[in-house]
């Protein structure tokens, strides 16, 4: 009744979207031979989360109005068309599927119907609604009955889920396919990009146990700075100002900080210091960075293919950089021997370098830098790897995600020099933990330790930045009831 298509190829069809490839099998193997829409076999998906739950009756209605929708259109040729073209096809042929079958619905439901509909047969389903939303800075889905978010800094359960496993694989294929890889059981671990830059994450069965698991860091439009973090309590407007310093004078960076602590945004927004007649090389497993400066090259590793060939690794991309002539060279995250070619290149030339790297302290970060040396293969002894990681790191700042959810820079600390064969640290600032209020929420306080010329002190001098550091740095101390800082009532 809705024009349905029949398998004379002669007889007129009405365009329909491109399934993705590979994933669940078709419902209808002989009329659908070449598609495999994810909602097909999954009659009952639901886009909606927590807030947008609907009754059965919604998703019987849904069911039957796309089965009609899937029967009425030619897949193929729907996806010869652009997106919004698309859209208005679909919105045409559910308006009338919807009068022929009588169904009563306000003009809202109407929409939402549609809107559901075509995120199932265009989109990403179900996740729509959540890609939609700026506010949530991690999607994670473990199999399709669950899916968490993360905001605020706080991982919430919402009401999203698939109707199956072989939907959510369909639509985890649908993302990876698009940067040109595959998820499936003989490779079941992918990474990849969602077109708005967000970094995504799949594994798959039998590695994933409980189905396939996504795990989507949303990618912020609008990318944060050192004055969002002081908004948000991150720092205090005086250690934003020694942070800039840092920035600015050419220091090497080292940002610590544990899974989704906030170092990749500190990264970025530490860039903001510098000059913009530097050239900068950027190197990432997936490009997350938002650079402003107008002589930038990004540069991005790549994964082995199926055949376990052509992989580049980020020690490949550091190595090659270094004859590409850059004057600050910027790694989105150091986890293996490339740290050993950081170190080189901070240590040869290249001052105002900076890196992230998982770690829980300033302290823990050195020995992780060691360790990844010494895996790397260098046969050195630990006293010369201690040597060159104290004549290359200047600043290690450490960012931390607290239990109430909220992420602060809980150090800012300089690499001094070697006692014996120790690295010797100076926390300039730290965040003190108080106490708690009534909803949970921390107290503390940034503050500085005391010292009023640090390491980098002369490097302030040649760039003419002592005024602003040392103001900052005075900003920085805790006064008693009396006015006296902590060296002055000790004294
Ligand atoms: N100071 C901050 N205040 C509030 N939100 C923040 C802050 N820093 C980062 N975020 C948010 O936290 C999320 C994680 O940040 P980011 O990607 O920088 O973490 P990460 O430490 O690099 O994570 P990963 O270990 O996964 O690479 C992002 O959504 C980001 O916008
Ligand atoms: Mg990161």
Redesign the pocket.
Known sequence: MFGKRSNDPAAPRRPASQAPSGGAAPAEPAKNAVVALPTQTTPRAEAAEQTRRHSEEYYDVKTSVFNALIDTIDLTQLAKLEAAAAREEIRDIVGEIIQLKNVVMSIAEQEELLEDICNDVLGYGPLEPLLARDD???IMVNGAGTTFI?V??KMQKTGVRFADNAQLMNICQRIVSQVGRRVDESSPICDARLPDGS?VNVIAPPLAIDGPTLTI??F?KD??RLE??VQ????TPDAKAILEVIGRVRCNIL?S????????????CMTGSIDSDERIITCEDSA?LQLQQPHVVRLETRPPNLEGEGEITMRDLVKNCLRMRPERIIV??VRGPEAFDLLQAMNTGHDGSMG?L?SNSPREAISRLESMIMMGGYALPTKTIREMIVGSIDIIIQ?S?LRDG????THITEVVGMEGEVVTLQNLIVFEITGEDANEKIIGRHRSTGIARPRFWERAEYYNETEKLAKALANSEVRDAMGRTMGEADA
């Open positions: 949530i800075a991690d993360e605020n800094g970094r860091r949303k912020k990318r944060l969002q973090l948000f309590g991150s720092i940002i900080g544990g899974t989704g602590s906030g170092k990749t945004t500190l990264l970025n997350e989105g995250e992230t998982h960012a995600r909220s992420r602060k820079i």
